[in-house]
């Protein structure tokens, strides 16, 4: 059983802009806020079962967001998972916060809340706390003739259903941004995309800061999924994060692990951190980041490594033959 103490953190760390600032209604629910560090599912599907068991050690080792999507292909097995995982912890569905994301294929406004309906099918749930567009880009039949505006609204009309409590985006350029903001009515609430202690993108993180939307941190772990190619394979690449030396001797002076130092300095520049493992005892670990106590000076180190490094590690633009990131670091 998971020690009371991981509850009690992860109730209390929750980030957020308040529902005023973001003018989005949050209806009475727990948590409103996005938690600090939530868990990420992509990847996860060795078998239905590692995947489902995946979710529920998650839970019980206090996590309380997790971060799915209708792409990865395995969002019945999560939903399996978050269900053990509830019943085993005694938590109810309203005590947690759970993300999806609408797939490119499914942009057509007349579509839009289809998707969200599979995924809430699959998942086995009524209401998602967040549903965000994953890519600024249409790849429905009728291709780039959708723009990624009338997909949002379609979005911000699943507000007056009960189904969504809150949306957002996901991998918006600036451009794409502040486009988006000035022809809707809703923000997004929350902004997910890349950054690490390889690629912090400080003034993109500040700049969402100014307009209250939240930013979740996807890949906090650098490049250590693998998808991503091994570590050291090209001259840019920078050394995996567990071998970082920097990273290594504030983790030692501190008394944590190379994962958590990187974690926690996700969540101490207030954006909200989503590490994915399959691993029970990284699960684990990654969670316990919230007790790592990194020191202001620690910042500062690892501010001077993201001067020595920069590298964004999911960038399909070439693949999909559209510019993504424009204006932004590491493209
Ligand atoms: N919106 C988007 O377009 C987008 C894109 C990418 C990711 N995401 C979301 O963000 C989540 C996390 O991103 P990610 O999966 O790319 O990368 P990540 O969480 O930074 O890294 C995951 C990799 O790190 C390993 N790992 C995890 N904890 C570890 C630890 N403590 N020590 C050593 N290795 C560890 C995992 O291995 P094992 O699993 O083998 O333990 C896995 O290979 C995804 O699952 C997904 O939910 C969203
Ligand atoms: C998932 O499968 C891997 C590989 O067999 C195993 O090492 C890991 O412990 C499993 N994870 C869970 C949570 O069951």
Same mark, same amino acid.
């Given at each position: 059983m998971a020690p009371l103490t991981r509850i009690s953190i992860a109730a209390l760390a929750c980030l957020g802009a308040s529902s005023a600032q973001n003018q989005i209604p949050i209806p009475a629910t727990k948590p409103s806020h996005i938690p600090a560090i939530g868990f990420g599912t992509w990847n996860l599907k060795i078998s239905s079962k590692n995947t489902s068991s995946a979710v529920s050690t998650a839970l019980r080792a206090g996590y309380r967001h997790i971060d799915c999507a209708?792409?990865?292909?395995n969002e019945k097995d999560v939903g399996k998972g978050i269900k053990d995982g509830l019943k085993e912890m005694d938590? %109810?569905?309203?005590?947690i916060w759970v993300t999806s994301k609408l797939w490119n294929d499914h942009h057509e406004p007349d579509l839009v809340e289809n998707a969200l309906d599979q995924t809430l099918h699959d998942l086995g749930l009524?209401?998602?706390d967040l549903y965000l567009m994953h890519w600024p880009v249409a790849s429905t039949s009728k291709g780039s003739v959708i723009s990624y505006v009338d997909t949002w609204h379609a979005m911000e009309a699943?507000?007056?259903? $009960?189904?969504?409590r809150q949306i957002g985006i996901s991998n918006f350029s600036p451009h794409q941004l502040h486009h988006l903001i000035s022809t809707s009515t809703h923000k997004p609430s929350v902004h997910q995309f890349e950054t690490h202690p390889y690629l912090q993108q400080t003034e993109w993180v500040k700049l969402h800061k100014d307009h209250g939307i939240i930013v979740t941190a996807y $890949?906090?772990?650098?490049?250590?999924?693998p998808i991503y190619g091994s570590?050291? %394979? $090209? %001259?840019?690449t920078p050394s995996s994060l567990l071998e970082n030396k920097e990273i290594s001797e504030i983790a030692e002076k501190r008394g944590c692990t190379n994962a958590q130092v990187a974690l926690k300095w996700g969540m101490g520049r207030g954006t909200s951190v989503i590490p994915k493992s399959s691993h029970a005892s990284r699960i684990e670990e990654n969670f316990d980041a919230l007790e790592c106590d990194l020191h202001e000076e620690d910042y500062d180190v690892i501010h001077e490594v993201g001067k020595k490094y920069l590298k964004r590690f999911n960038n399909p633009s070439e693949g999909w033959g559209v510019p993504l990131y424009e204006g932004l670091d590491g493209t």
């Amino acid at each position: 059983m998971a020690p009371l103490t991981r509850i009690s953190i992860a109730a209390l760390a929750c980030l957020g802009a308040s529902s005023a600032q973001n003018q989005i209604p949050i209806p009475a629910t727990k948590p409103s806020h996005i938690p600090a560090i939530g868990f990420g599912t992509w990847n996860l599907k060795i078998s239905s079962k590692n995947t489902s068991s995946a979710v529920s050690t998650a839970l019980r080792a206090g996590y309380r967001h997790i971060d799915c999507a209708a792409i990865y292909g395995n969002e019945k097995d999560v939903g399996k998972g978050i269900k053990d995982g509830l019943k085993e912890m005694d938590l %109810k569905r309203e005590d947690i916060w759970v993300t999806s994301k609408l797939w490119n294929d499914h942009h057509e406004p007349d579509l839009v809340e289809n998707a969200l309906d599979q995924t809430l099918h699959d998942l086995g749930l009524e209401y998602l706390d967040l549903y965000l567009m994953h890519w600024p880009v249409a790849s429905t039949s009728k291709g780039s003739v959708i723009s990624y505006v009338d997909t949002w609204h379609a979005m911000e009309a699943l507000l007056q259903t $009960s189904k969504v409590r809150q949306i957002g985006i996901s991998n918006f350029s600036p451009h794409q941004l502040h486009h988006l903001i000035s022809t809707s009515t809703h923000k997004p609430s929350v902004h997910q995309f890349e950054t690490h202690p390889y690629l912090q993108q400080t003034e993109w993180v500040k700049l969402h800061k100014d307009h209250g939307i939240i930013v979740t941190a996807y $890949s906090p772990l650098a490049n250590l999924n693998p998808i991503y190619g091994s570590p050291g %394979k $090209s %001259k840019d690449t920078p050394s995996s994060l567990l071998e970082n030396k920097e990273i290594s001797e504030i983790a030692e002076k501190r008394g944590c692990t190379n994962a958590q130092v990187a974690l926690k300095w996700g969540m101490g520049r207030g954006t909200s951190v989503i590490p994915k493992s399959s691993h029970a005892s990284r699960i684990e670990e990654n969670f316990d980041a919230l007790e790592c106590d990194l020191h202001e000076e620690d910042y500062d180190v690892i501010h001077e490594v993201g001067k020595k490094y920069l590298k964004r590690f999911n960038n399909p633009s070439e693949g999909w033959g559209v510019p993504l990131y424009e204006g932004l670091d590491g493209t």
